[in-house]
């Protein structure tokens, strides 16, 4: 699947969240959407469409460094918010054709939020250390599942049909 076919493709199964996708499907999709945003993230700089813009100034021993958050892009946002479901979709049909479920793209986020629900708890009884250490286990379980997802997305998919649909490259097994 070309790159173009992937993007069409993917739009006219919105939200398509059974079958299988090939490798090229979902990388094309994903090429897809880097150079979408840098394009709007040039767009909504040079147009001044940032949200939530901030400058500050960081002390840094004796040197004043000054701080610039860009915020998020109008348009990027807005173009997040047309391709989320077409992007949940690719991804967990990729899944799919790795013989895995879906739900694995919901367990990074799953670390990340336990781990953000227990440092507030432990800032609000005052931990301290703890909250650190809960911070530093919660973004390394979160980070480990997100590379197993990763070696998900890179495999080949399982030859022939599986219990999620047909080979989408035709193959029997």
């Known amino acids: 699947m070309g790159f173009t076919q992937a993007i069409k493709h993917n739009f006219a199964h919105y939200v398509d969240f059974k079958g299988r996708a090939q490798r090229s499907q979902f990388w094309w999709w994903y090429l897809f959407l880097v150079l979408v945003q840098a394009v709007l993230g040039v767009v909504d700089s040079a147009l ?6 901030s400058e500050t100034d960081v002390m840094v021993g004796d ?7 860009q915020g998020a892009g109008v348009l990027q946002s ?13 991804a967990v049909r990729r899944l799919h054709d790795t013989g895995h479920s879906g739900w694995w793209i919901v367990w990074p986020i799953v670390a990340y939020a336990v781990a953000g629900i ?6 609000a009884i005052e931990a301290g250390p703890f909250a650190l250490a809960l911070l530093g286990l919660g973004f390394l379980v979160g980070a480990v599942l997100a590379v197993v997802l990763l070696v998900f997305y890179i495999k080949k998919g399982t030859s022939g049909p ?12």
């Open 48 to 53: 001044g469409l940032q949200l939530g813009r």
């Open 63 to 69: 040197t004043t460094l000054p701080l610039v958050n």
């Open 78 to 90: 807005l173009f997040w918010l047309v391709v989320l479901l077409p992007t949940l979709g690719v």
């Open 118 to 123: 227990a440092i507030a708890i432990a800032i």
């Open 162 to 173: 599986n219990r999620f649909g047909a080979d989408p490259l035709g193959q029997t097994a």
